[in-house]
């Protein structure tokens, strides 16, 4: 039988009502803390996937932990957005990437584009660029029809250039767009397109790589011999990375990187040597023979460990021959060189420096501890290149790049890309499932 609703007393009602609020608030914080997550757990990952301690492991429970927060945050709908617009009024690290994310899911092109107009170049540093990239790779391929097509279509750089890197993501065939763009007049634009025909492992691109298309910058000219290697023509790639490892070029250490994965190692050696004897290029060598993988080169190494500047580098290079971990193998010093500051992030206000040092979280290696291991480990053999102690054949390289950790698979990743120029290099940086896809 039907019992009419009876009367909530003030007093009570009052309760409710302060219940309610409680509750409310209680909503508020959940949700608060789910958007201040989501920007550390992306910019932890941001930096995890270039570290050395890190295995694809450790960046699936990354990814998991990002992925649960961002759903607190669709969870929690429009109640969310006075959080991440505040966020990113702060200019937080992640904060982009969740609001780009965001609008992507609800179909938000608008708010979306207003991001991307805040883009101020198409370089890779540009952090509103990394950001909005970031979020194209994560979302769901239902949010990206219209959006892409839009970014494919724009006159503008930087719009362009975030829809060649988002098919790319996505293993999409972007190669009408590469064909259109490939005589862009825009430097960057060109530099975009030989970077994804390279990834993609566009091999008919080969040959119009071999003739510049009117005035290279750095960028272009790099990528230009990156690709040309990736797609095959090592002789070519040689020539350029060559010239750049041993000019002032910004992307000279890269170039060097790169050289060292070629097939010829007698050149790869020959240019370690000259670069030896350039002002400010110690570190250049130290990393090179690391990436050359050359078991003779691990004396040269162990004796640069006791120079501060080198010692982390130099055990992060043996590391890389080897496999060895300093620190499980107890081979790192007690305690870290005292009054020696790296280049990386500080705590002082004034300093702008947003990017990790290389050797952060490296150990400090202990030479004496380090030349004894190496002597009676058996030692590898001379002759062989290795990478993270297994020889550099196409077998042991797909181990390494499931079981390695994230330094050592993306060098993984290129050697298998070079060996295989054909196919589509496995970039180490994506999300966790998209990578897992690739590799099974």
């Not at 207003?114 to 970031?134: F, G, T």
């Not at 990436?291 to 982390?312: E, H, N, Q, V, Y």
Request: with cysteine; proline share 5%; charged share 25%.
């Amino acid at each position: 039988m039907y019992q009419p609703a009876l009367p909530v007393q003030t007093e009570s009602r009052a309760v409710l009502y302060r219940s309610i609020s409680r509750m409310n608030a209680i909503v508020e914080n959940v949700v608060y803390q789910h958007a201040e997550n989501v920007c550390s757990l992306w910019l932890q990952r941001h930096y995890a996937v270039n570290e050395p301690h890190y295995s694809f492991r450790d960046i699936v429970q990354l990814d998991s932990r990002l992925s649960a927060n961002l759903e607190g945050l669709r969870v929690a709908g429009d109640h969310a957005l006075p959080m991440v617009e505040e966020m990113i009024n702060a200019q937080d690290p992640g904060a982009v990437f969740m609001q780009a994310l965001l609008c992507l899911e609800k179909g938000d092109e608008t708010t979306l584009f207003a991001l991307i107009n805040q883009i101020d170049s198409a370089d890779n540093k540009d952090p509103v660029l990394l950001e909005v990239e970031s979020a194209l790779a994560w979302a769901a391929p239902a949010h990206l029809g219209g959006p892409v097509k839009s970014l494919l279509t724009s006159t503008d750089s930087a719009p362009l250039i975030l829809g060649l890197k988002t098919c790319l993501a996505h293993g999409r065939d972007a190669s009408p767009h590469l064909e259109k763009h490939y005589n862009s007049s825009d430097s960057s634009v060109r530099s975009a397109v030989y970077h994804c025909a390279a990834n993609s492992g566009m091999v008919r691109f080969r040959e119009k790589l071999l003739s510049a298309n009117g005035e290279e910058n750095e960028s272009e000219f790099f990528e230009r011999g990156r690709a040309l290697a990736m797609l095959g023509d090592e002789v070519a790639a040689e020539r350029i990375l060559s010239e750049i490892a041993l000019s002032k070029s910004t992307f000279n250490s890269e170039a060097t990187a790169l050289h060292m994965l070629l097939k010829n190692r007698n050149a790869s050696r020959r240019i370690l040597k000259k670069i030896d004897s350039l002002p400010d290029r110690q570190r250049d060598v130290v990393r090179g023979f690391g990436l050359l993988g050359d078991p003779s080169a691990m004396d040269w190494l162990i004796g640069k460990t006791p120079c501060p500047f080198l010692a982390r580098l130099a055990g992060g290079a043996i590391t890389m021959i080897t496999g060895a971990d300093l620190a499980a193998l107890d081979l790192e010093a007690k305690t870290a060189v005292d009054g020696f500051e790296d280049d990386g992030i500080t705590d002082n206000p004034a300093d702008n420096t947003v990017a990790l040092s290389e050797d952060e979280d490296l150990p400090w290696p202990e030479s004496e501890l380090i030349s004894a291991w190496w002597q009676n480990s058996g030692k590898l053999p001379n002759g062989v290149l290795f990478l993270a102690g297994r020889e550099r054949s196409e077998r042991q390289l797909t181990h390494v790049l499931f079981n390695g950790m994230q330094r050592q698979r993306s060098v993984a990743s290129m050697l298998l890309a070079l060996i295989r120029p054909e196919q589509k290099l496995l970039d180490t940086r994506l999300p966790s499932g998209k990578q897992a896809q690739w590799m099974t």
